[in-house]
C-alpha cells in the first residue's frame, strides 16, 4: 500500500500485488525457453517427458500469474468531493466516480485470527468497494489513521471514543495499550477497565 496526500487535502491511495504475478510469469517464460533448448539443442522429442514438464509447469505458471496480478488507485479529490477509483484484476479494469455525499461508511475488514491482516471497504446505496481484494498487513496503525483520514475528508463521522480506540489496540493483540487508555481517561482500576473492556 502506497498513500500519498497532497498540499491540496487530497489523498492518492494505491494497493499492488504485482511481484508474485511477475515473478510466476518470468518463470513460466523460463519454462518456454527451456522447452527450445531440449528441443533444439538435446535433440528431444516433442512428447517427451521433459518437454511435456515444462509446457505443464509454464501453463500452471502463467494461469496463476494471471490470477494474482492486482492493483488499484483511490484518488480522495477534496475539492470536486469526488472519489475517483481505478481497480485492475486479472488484467481487467473497472472504474468509476462517487460523489462524497454517495459515500455512506468506511469499513475495515480484517482477516480471521490475524487482526493485522485488513481490507478497507467503501460502502455506497447501490454497491460495496474493496479497496483490494488481498488483505494487507498493517503494523503501526496506518490503516485505522488512513480510515480516519479519509472519513474526515468525506465527511463521515469517526468515532474517537476512548472504548472505540481501546478495542482497535485489543483487535492489534496489544491488551495493555487498550487498558492504559481506558484507565488513563476514564479513571477506573486496572480490574474495573478489564471488565469495562471484557477481558
Given at each position: 500500500?502506497?498513500?500519498?496526500?497532497?498540499?491540496?487535502?487530497?489523498?492518492?491511495?494505491?494497493?499492488?500485488?504485482?511481484?508474485?504475478?511477475?515473478?510466476?510469469?518470468?518463470?513460466?517464460?523460463?519454462?518456454?525457453?527451456?522447452?527450445?533448448?531440449?528441443?533444439?539443442?538435446?535433440?528431444?522429442?516433442?512428447?517427451?517427458?521433459?518437454?511435456?514438464?515444462?509446457?505443464l509447469a509454464?501453463?500452471?505458471?502463467?494461469?496463476?500469474g494471471t490470477?494474482?496480478?492486482?492493483?488499484?488507485?483511490?484518488?480522495?479529490?477534496?475539492?470536486?468531493?469526488?472519489?475517483?477509483?481505478?481497480?485492475?484484476?486479472?488484467?481487467?479494469?473497472?472504474?468509476?466516480?462517487?460523489?462524497?455525499?454517495?459515500?455512506?461508511?468506511?469499513?475495515?475488514?480484517?482477516?480471521?485470527?490475524?487482526?493485522?491482516?485488513?481490507?478497507?471497504?467503501?460502502?455506497?446505496?447501490?454497491?460495496?468497494?474493496?479497496?483490494?481484494?488481498?488483505?494487507?498487513?498493517?503494523?503501526?496503525?496506518?490503516?485505522e489513521e488512513?480510515?480516519?483520514?479519509?472519513?474526515?475528508?468525506?465527511?463521515?463521522?469517526?468515532?474517537?471514543?476512548?472504548?472505540?480506540?481501546?478495542?482497535?489496540?485489543?483487535?492489534?493483540?496489544?491488551?495493555?495499550?487498550?487498558?492504559?487508555?481506558?484507565?488513563?481517561?476514564?479513571?477506573?482500576?486496572?480490574?474495573?477497565?478489564?471488565?469495562?473492556?471484557?477481558?
Amino acid at each position: 500500500m502506497h498513500i500519498e496526500r497532497y498540499d491540496n487535502g487530497n489523498i492518492e491511495i494505491n494497493f499492488s500485488f504485482f511481484i508474485l504475478s511477475y515473478l510466476a510469469l518470468i518463470s513460466a517464460l523460463c519454462c518456454l525457453i527451456g522447452i527450445g533448448y531440449f528441443w533444439v539443442y538435446k535433440d528431444l522429442n516433442i512428447f517427451s517427458m521433459q518437454i511435456i514438464g515444462l509446457v505443464l509447469a509454464a501453463l500452471v505458471l502463467s494461469i496463476s500469474g494471471t490470477i494474482i496480478y492486482e492493483s488499484s488507485n483511490f484518488i480522495f479529490n477534496k475539492e470536486k468531493s469526488e472519489l475517483h477509483w481505478k481497480k485492475k484484476k486479472y488484467f481487467l479494469t473497472k472504474r468509476g466516480i462517487i460523489p462524497f455525499h454517495d459515500i455512506q461508511e468506511i469499513k475495515i475488514d480484517r482477516a480471521d485470527n490475524n487482526a493485522k491482516e485488513m481490507r478497507i471497504y467503501i460502502l455506497t446505496p447501490k454497491k460495496v468497494i474493496s479497496m483490494s481484494d488481498s488483505h494487507t498487513i498493517s503494523t503501526n496503525y496506518d490503516i485505522e489513521e488512513l480510515v480516519g483520514e479519509v472519513k474526515s475528508i468525506t465527511g463521515l463521522s469517526i468515532d474517537v471514543s476512548a472504548k472505540s480506540r481501546a478495542n482497535i489496540l485489543l483487535e492489534l493483540g496489544q491488551t495493555k495499550g487498550a487498558l492504559d487508555i481506558i484507565r488513563e481517561e476514564m479513571n477506573m482500576s486496572l480490574e474495573e477497565a478489564k471488565d469495562y473492556l471484557g477481558i
